[in-house]
């Protein structure tokens, strides 16, 4: 009889077609918002949340959890002012901490042809401090132990049995994470951003 090792496999992830997922108003002006991923605790308390706002008219305001932070990231399509008075200008591949229990977003100018996309991050430091990151990956590239979530921008990333391509996501279920599983990823030319920690 001979003895064999055991080798796990790459950690099984969730692809999520972004495009695909369900949308909600925002609570006013023109766009909608999609939930993409989050973890949430036994009592239905908060830890984190991921969100994909589209902007389509020239303002739009979302309603933010209570208590959490939030990191802002343009993904797609022209640039969007935020907060009041729109006195920050968020540009694709750009990142921004706000504070505030109310997200404003304003399009200098109607463009009707492009849909303004912005990911939030939403956490409560107490349970959870994600971040968002944005890279490029090729090939087999080393990923931080921690990622919760890959977004794809362009290119293609391949992960535990899922290929993601523009907008869409490889979610990595905690169970995975915890088990410290690596998630064997494969990239080709790829631009993403990734919730990390």
Not at 38 to 53: C, F, P
């Amino acid at each position: 009889m001979t003895s064999a090792t055991f080798v796990p496999g790459p950690a099984p992830t969730r692809l999520m077609r972004l495009r695909d997922l369900p949308r909600r108003g925002l609570v006013a002006g023109g766009g909608h918002v999609r939930e993409i991923c989050g973890h949430w605790g036994a009592g239905g308390e908060l830890h984190w949340m991921l969100q994909l706002v589209e902007l389509r008219r020239p303002e739009g305001v979302l309603h933010l959890p209570p208590d959490a932070a939030h990191t802002l990231a343009g993904i797609g399509g022209p640039q969007v002012g935020v907060g009041p008075g729109a006195a920050v200008g968020l540009r694709k591949e750009r990142v921004l901490h706000y504070a505030g229990a109310f997200l404003e977003l304003r399009r200098p100018q109607l463009r009707a042809a492009e849909l303004s996309r912005v990911l939030v991050l939403s956490s409560v430091p107490a349970r959870a401090t994600p971040s968002l990151v944005f890279s490029d990956l090729h090939g087999v590239p080393a990923l931080p132990a921690d990622v919760r979530a890959i977004v794809v921008r362009s290119g293609r990333v391949s992960a535990g049995g899922s290929t993601a391509t523009a907008m869409e996501a490889l979610v990595v279920p905690d169970e995975a994470r915890d088990e410290g599983a690596g998630l064997g990823v494969v990239a080709d030319d790829a631009r993403v951003l990734m919730v990390v920690g």
